[in-house]
């Protein structure tokens, strides 16, 4: 892999991903059985709860019989999914039946979660104990900006108050992949960096997670114990405030960078330390079937290629910055415009028409969201043609051959070609052909092999 | 049938509107204990919240002389009390026990004033009913954003006849919002009303034979979401009768005679509706030959 | 009416040349009948109505004598030359009414017409709906040619099929040209001052029907007043001043010549039309009312006729038309098509005729105060009014539980077990609220379910659910039906349209009243038993697997046809008892 991939998709890929061993750890938790149920998809979810009980493994002729002639392959996904996170194990007998039964450490927990619902090993805050604890309203607002000052400054880390807890070290690890320093001119968003501002917040979060956890050990923390710390903490109630006296000194650390990203709100009391957490925080489980957005979209295109965005964030005009032309700036509105310098600027930077699509319709105003299409067509259909105009000629670096020493040797070395897929052209009259650079060196040996 | 913007948010997203027979008639005199069948709606509840993060539950008690709300999983000041945690109660039911007591004690209450005598032990679904697609109509009707929402009746205790136009309204109301109900009879009889009431609006009916294995049938069929449900196949009802039963004798009839005023059903011929009280004509049939008929008649009437 | 007859002296001419043979002649509903005076003379003549094609008759006022010419419908004309014009159209308005009445006649002679007399159209229809239709070509050869059914038997329960057609036949009306009147232009000679107008029926009759005005003027000025020459005259000097768009002359030459001043000012009959109408509007919005409004008769609004809009002065308003309500007019009256059928030359038959129209669709508006009155009702806020007291009798459901136990059978009686139930309350109560305690201090009990149970439980659901798709097919959208052989499946079906089809003939056969229904009743008992011996042969010939699936099929229609052979034979016996015991009077009409 060239580069950092962007698609958080979601945190349970991650999680299949860890050795089984670790796999098996993590299901000690009660709360990491449940989020993972959540992350599962529903015919799994179905595929669970009705072997919470069995203790014998089940034929899985017997669970295919519940599902229709069109429901076959979400049979066969669920099944694999489940096996993959080592929830399900597989068992084939000597009539050549499969059947399956369920982590014995899973059902467990699960079944103990079911009837107690399960305790947060947190001690919530006491009525009696005087601290005010803000809003639901307030905690969002809490959590949204500063969500959107840590995406300000990892984009531009000239800009915006600078964020106590996480590290400028930290703040790199997060920058990898989305700017490029190369330039004496400071850093620059790469194509990535695009793709990342235009995610909904989830994906952003899921991204930014998942880089915090992968760069765990260089901090010397287990991932593992960082993932169930997370996902416990998604199953604490938002606006509740929880005593920090229950947790370990690296849980303490980890809270301390997520109340940065908005996740948690700290708040010291008279002799204790709470904390609180936010929608971000609860969210983090949501299970993985709605990656599309939940909030409601604010930006107005009309056909004349004018775009009103109601927003007063600063975060989201320097997001409509990446492809429009920021033409005023009201209290609570945005006037830009797309225009062909301002589209090509963002292709330049390697956004993708069909992300900027995306992303108006994800986030076009509800009264516009109704209507179908939802962007109008001459605008979508345009941005799709500016891009084209630039994507007329392609680049490939190639290598050029001549000179063969016979026909055999040419065809040969063009068949090579082929099987690599790396012929560009050929000319058999004049035995001249150019393949791709990237196949440059087989082709060397295999001409030299010829030669022989 | 599901719009553009509740595909937004996910498929199996759905809100859960459980009505739990309360009726003491019911419970004192069936197989199963009250608090091992609260035992195994507890636990199934529990399960569906923990499907999905945004699932949601409401529970609404179906008395013999009232109803009402006793749970919300959507509001906030159902986080239980301590006490309930202690004891290894999901945190969340705090509440619901609570007030489920409240709810029982106001409904004996109720009860005092009125003659038991001549009412059938029925509890009081049609209330619940509605109680539950009000709900439902206000979730619709918060923006285009919501869970998809289903009926779940636990009921035990037999129809009552006397809710039957109430009961019915209820049911149509719920084809019309597309709401499924679903049912799942514990009771010894057959419940009719249920029985229609999942056929005509698409919901599954269900009776458990082994009443100490509910949780199994409620995960089973009724944890089922609704998106699911398109893919996967539940029981179904090996037929539906949709034979009537005469009025006069309560035989099931194939041919018969139906007031055209109350569209009552009687298996014979007879002077005058014994439900509305409309006087009919003479039947056709009777016109070609009225004396013999009324020859005939005269001993039976 | 029937009694009603008209007799005139005339004359009698079997042709134009013919000098005639004096008489009298009769008229009556049905008939007209010549007797002439010379018992001898063989020109006696009997016409029914019903022949009559059509009649002319003489205009007024020329120079002809007063000749009724009927046409009979074998094209042969009979001429009767009237003493006076008065009885000649006494004698032609009795004949038209007469020949109004035949019109409706017939159609109530087609329905008791038998199969004989059936049009060939019909015939036709018929054969094209057997074509299109396999279905119904199976059923029909299987019962019709077999003689189950008589061909007017089975289509009799299909009339729909029939009737769809025979709508489309229907007579339309003749229209009207859309040359507007005002569009007559005068054409000169060119050498004199002098304008001619050009003036046929059609013309008339148009200018009639879109200027009440004028028509009422005609009626009440010719030919007491003036000549029909000087009428039109004067109306065309009208119109030229109009035309001219001198309003200053056309106002003093209305003040000089009164009947002049009739064309000229707006017209009275007109706008009174239209406020009735206006009232007639539904007030809710209606847009299909509102399109053929023509409010402008009562405001004085828009363009001048020739598209001019020049301004007059205010005081010679009333001798100013706009376009706008002379193309409104306009298409009202060729909306409204040529609603007389009267093909008169005579000018004052036409404005008479027209006049009648009118005042019948006035009657026509008093009905309308009904449906005024129930606007008045929707216009008000409904929910703010006192409920309507509708003389409907109210339905009463003494006790609703008679309504719905029905359905519970006997099984409900159980439980309303009375007085013991009312000491069981308390205890009851604190039953369950020993439950919730015990649920409170000991929370849910655990193990929930026993593993046993469980699996029990989820593999008795699977095996449900593995029986109903084996019942029900793989694909529960595809029935059992889809599932056997086609040749069974075919003939499963057609013998539940042909046992539909066999029903259907025999409860509508009831109550017996003719002998014929007897034995069509017959006719059809004996192929009922023979359907039902075929649906027994089939249900045996099915391979074993599915024969119990084809019975269940089977059953409701044996069912049907069992209430059936029940019905028959109950029947039979009633009637052979009261033969033997009513005695022969008291048989209804027609049964043997």
């Known amino acids: 892999m060239p580069q950092v991939k962007i698609i958080a998709k979601n945190f349970m890929d991650m999680v299949a991903s860890l050795p089984a061993i670790k796999l098996d750890k993590l299901y000690n938790n009660v709360f990491i059985c449940e989020a993972i149920l959540r992350s599962l998809p529903p015919l799994a979810k179905k595929y669970v709860l009705q072997m919470l009980y069995t203790d014998v493994p089940v034929p899985g002729t017997m669970m295919e019989e519940w599902v229709l002639a069109d429901g076959v392959s979400k049979h066969r996904v669920a099944i694999d999914r489940l096996i993959q996170l080592r929830i399900f194990s597989e068992m084939v007998d000597r009539k050549n039946q499969t059947s399956y039964s369920l982590n014995p450490t899973f059902q467990n927990n699960l079944r103990k979660h079911i009837i107690s619902g399960g305790v947060l090993p947190r001690e919530p805050m006491n009525s009696d104990n005087a601290i005010k604890l803000p809003s639901l309203l307030e905690l969002e607002t809490y959590a949204l900006r500063q969500w959107e000052c840590f995406l300000l400054q990892l984009i531009n880390p000239s800009q915006g108050e600078k964020l106590a807890g996480i590290s400028p070290s930290m703040m790199r690890i997060f920058q990898r992949g989305l700017l490029s320093q190369r330039d004496k001119d400071g850093p620059r968003l790469t194509e990535s960096g695009f793709q990342f501002l235009l995610m909904d917040t989830n994906a952003q979060l899921w991204y930014i997670i998942r880089e915090y956890i992968s760069n765990a050990e260089e901090r010397d923390v287990d991932p593992a114990d960082l993932i169930s710390f997370l996902l416990e903490l998604s199953f604490h109630v938002t606006g509740e405030a929880y005593n920090l006296n229950t947790l370990t000194e690296v849980q303490k650390n980890t809270l301390k960078d997520l109340a940065d990203l908005g996740l948690v709100k700290l708040q010291q009391g008279r002799k204790d330390s709470w904390f609180i957490p936010t929608k971000l925080a609860t969210n983090l489980s949501v299970s993985l079937t709605d990656s599309s957005v939940r909030k409601e979209g604010y930006v107005v295109m009309e056909t004349n290629f004018r775009m009103y965005a109601y927003s007063t964030s600063k975060l989201q005009c320097e997001i409509l910055r990446l492809f429009a032309r920021i033409e005023y700036q009201l209290p609570n509105l945005i006037a830009a415009a797309i225009t062909k310098e301002s589209l090509y600027n963002a292709f330049d930077n390697g956004i993708t028409s069909d992300q900027i699509i995306t992303f108006l319709q994800q986030n076009s105003h509800p009264r516009c969201a109704d209507r179908i299409p939802s962007i109008p067509e001459n605008v979508t259909d345009q941005i799709r043609l500016w891009e084209a105009d630039l994507k007329r000629i392609e680049m490939t670096q190639a290598h050029f051959y001549d000179e063969f020493p016979s026909k055999d040797v040419f065809e040969a070395a063009c068949d090579f070609a082929r099987e690599w897929r790396g012929l560009l052209w050929e000319d058999s009259k004049r035995m001249r052909l150019v393949v791709k650079s990237e196949i440059h060196n087989q082709m060397r040996e295999f001409l030299h092999s010829q030669s022989k | 049938m599901a719009s553009v913007a509740s595909k937004l948010y996910s498929d199996d997203v759905s809100l859960l509107v459980l009505l739990l027979d309360t009726n003491p008639f019911f419970w004192s005199s069936t197989s199963i204990k009250f608090s091992q069948f609260l035992s195994h709606v507890f636990a199934f509840l529990n399960a569906v919240l923990g499907l999905n993060q945004l699932n949601q539950v409401v529970v609404i008690a179906t008395g013999y002389s009232s109803c009402d709300y006793i749970y919300d999983s959507s509001s906030t000041s159902n986080h239980g009390s301590l006490e309930s945690s202690r004891i290894g109660l999901p945190a969340l039911f705090g509440s619901l026990i609570e007030k489920l007591e409240d709810f029982i004690t106001k409904d004996e209450e109720l009860i005092k004033e009125e003659e038991v005598e001549d009412r059938i032990a029925s509890s009081l679904l049609s209330g619940s009913l509605s109680m539950a697609l009000c709900y439902i109509q206000r979730v619709f009707r918060s923006g285009n954003i919501h869970p998809q929402p289903r009926i779940l009746c636990l009921q035990g205790s037999p129809d009552g006849p006397e809710q039957y136009v109430a009961v019915m309204n209820s049911i149509f109301s719920a084809q019309r919002l597309m709401v499924p109900i679903d049912s799942c009879y514990i009771g010894a009889q057959n419940s009719a009303f249920l029985q229609q009431a999942s056929y005509i609006t698409g919901g599954v009916h269900h009776t458990p034979k082994q009443l100490d294995g509910l949780f199994q049938y409620l995960t089973t069929i009724f944890a089922t979401d609704l998106h699911s449900r398109s893919f996967v196949q539940l029981p179904k009802p090996v037929g539906v009768d949709f034979r009537a039963s005469c009025f006069c004798h309560k035989k099931t009839i194939d041919m018969g005679y139906i007031c055209s005023v109350c569209l009552s059903i009687f298996c014979a011929h007879h002077k005058k509706c014994s439900t509305c009280g409309s006087v009919f004509g003479q039947s056709k049939l009777d016109d070609a030959s009225p004396v013999s008929n009324k020859k005939r008649k005269a001993p039976e009437t | ?592």
């Open chain 3, 1 to 592: 009416m029937a009694g009603l007859q008209l007799e005139k002296r005339v004359k009698y001419k079997s042709s134009v040349k013919d000098p005639g043979t004096p008489g009298i002649l009769r008229l009556r509903e049905v008939m007209l009948l010549f007797v002439p005076e010379d018992p001898k003379s063989d020109s006696k003549l009997k016409v029914q109505t019903q022949n009559i094609k059509s009649q002319k008759s003489t205009k007024e006022g020329s120079n002809k004598p007063p000749w009724l010419n009927l046409t009979n419908k074998q094209g042969r004309s009979h001429i009767f030359e009237f003493e006076n014009y008065q009885d000649m159209h006494a004698c032609r308005e009795f004949i038209a009414k007469a020949l109004a009445k035949c019109e409706e006649e017939p159609k109530k002679l087609a329905v008791s017409t038998s199969a004989e007399q059936l049009s060939i159209a019909d015939l036709e229809l018929r054969f094209k709906l057997l074509r299109e239709n396999s279905e119904l070509q199976r059923l029909h050869k299987q019962f019709v040619e077999s003689k189950v059914l008589t061909e007017d038997e089975f289509w009799a329960t299909r009339k729909k099929l029939l009737g769809k057609d025979s709508i489309r036949k229907s007579k339309q009306q003749v229209g009207l040209k859309s040359m507007m009147v005002s569009g007559i232009k005068p054409s000169t000679d060119g050498r004199t001052n002098r304008v001619t107008f050009n003036l046929t029926p059609e013309i008339i009759f148009q200018i009639f029907a879109e200027k009440p005005a004028v028509r009422q003027a005609f009626i009440n000025y010719v030919p007491s007043k003036m000549t029909e020459k000087d009428f039109w005259t004067k109306y065309f000097r009208a119109e030229y001043l109009y035309s001219t768009k001198n309003t200053a002359v056309a106002a003093a030459e209305a003040a000089e010549d009164e009947e002049l001043a009739v064309f000229l000012k707006p017209d009275e009959i007109l706008a009174r039309e239209t406020r009735q109408k206006i009232r007639r509007v539904d007030p809710t919005l209606d847009m299909e009312a509102d399109q053929g409004d023509d409010y402008t008769h009562l405001m004085d609004h828009g363009i001048q006729r020739d598209g001019t809009s020049d301004i007059v002065e205010p005081h010679n308003d009333q001798f100013k038309r706009s376009l706008v309500q002379d193309l409104n007019r306009h298409a009202a009256v060729v909306l409204e098509g040529r609603s007389i059928d009267v093909e008169s030359e005579d000018t004052r038959t036409v404005a008479e005729a027209l006049m009648r129209v009118k005042q019948v669709s006035k009657a026509d508006s008093e009905a309308n105060q009904e449906r005024l009155e129930r606007i008045s009702r929707v216009a008000g806020m409904e929910d703010l009014q006192a409920p309507q007291n509708f003389p409907l009798a109210l339905l009463s459901i003494k006790d609703p539980r008679d309504y719905f136990e029905s359905q519970q059978g006997n099984i409900l009686n159980e439980p309303r077990g009375g007085g013991g139930l009312k000491r069981n309350i308390h205890e009851a109560y604190e039953l369950l609220k020993a439950s919730i305690l015990e649920i409170k201090t000991e929370g849910l009990c655990d193990p929930l379910i026993k593993p046993e149970v469980a699996l029990e439980v989820f593999s008795s659901l699977t095996r449900t659910i593995s029986t109903a798709k084996n019942i029900i097919g793989k694909n529960p959208r595809e029935s059992f039906l889809d599932r056997l052989p086609k040749p069974t499946k075919d003939q499963v079906l057609h013998h539940w349209t042909s046992i539909q089809e066999l029903l259907r003939h025999f409860w509508s056969s009831y109550p017996i009243t003719t002998t014929y229904l007897h034995t069509k009743v017959g006719k059809l008992k004996d192929a009922m038993s023979n359907t039902y011996s075929q649906l027994e042969a089939m249900k045996e010939s099915v391979q074993s697997d599915l024969r119990h699936q084809v019975s269940l099929l089977v059953r409701p229609m044996q069912q049907a046809l069992d209430a059936a052979f029940q019905h028959y034979e109950a029947d039979l016996q009633r009637r052979t008892t009261k033969s033997v015991g009513g005695g022969g009077g008291e048989r209804p009409n027609g049964y043997v």
